[in-house]
């Protein structure tokens, strides 16, 4: 099995940033590509943005572009998601994920993603 751990979340003022991290321990040679996705009070669980294992592609949701950024180092095992310019919708919590399947694009898709962390809080006051 896998697990991931998730840290960083907070609560900052809009304008602000947050790093947020994910640590995988376990099988992890069973991971393929990572991702960060987050779930407001009464909504679906949405993606932000995705990683391949080789970090050669990645995927952004267009109401992260510009902001948010992911990134992977693969010795620790963990990804990261650098946050600027946070503002009072980016409140939700975070997670991250992880795809036990090889893809040749990385998939933006919340079902491709089979290993959950347990969330972090961010949240983001006006």
């Known amino acids: 099995q896998v697990q991931l751990v998730e840290s960083g979340g907070g609560l900052v003022q809009a304008g602000g940033s947050l790093r947020l991290s994910c640590a995988a321990s376990?099988?992890?040679?069973?991971?393929?590509?990572m991702g960060w996705f987050r779930q407001a009070p009464g909504k679906e669980r949405e993606t932000v943005a995705t990683?391949?294992?080789?970090?050669?592609?990645?995927y952004y949701a267009s109401f992260v572009q510009g902001r948010f950024t992911i990134s992977r180092d693969n010795d620790k095992n963990t990804i990261y998601l650098e946050m600027n310019s946070l503002k009072p919708e980016d409140t939700a919590v975070y997670y991250c994920?992880?795809?036990?399947?090889?893809?040749?694009?990385?998939?933006?898709?919340?079902?491709?993603?089979?290993?959950w962390g347990q969330g972090t809080q961010v949240t983001v006051s006006s």
């Open positions: 994920g992880a795809d036990r399947e090889f893809r040749a694009i990385v998939s933006p898709s919340v079902k491709a993603y089979e290993y």
């Open positions: 376990g099988r992890t040679l069973n991971i393929y590509a």
């Open positions: 990683i391949s294992k080789n970090k050669a592609t990645a």
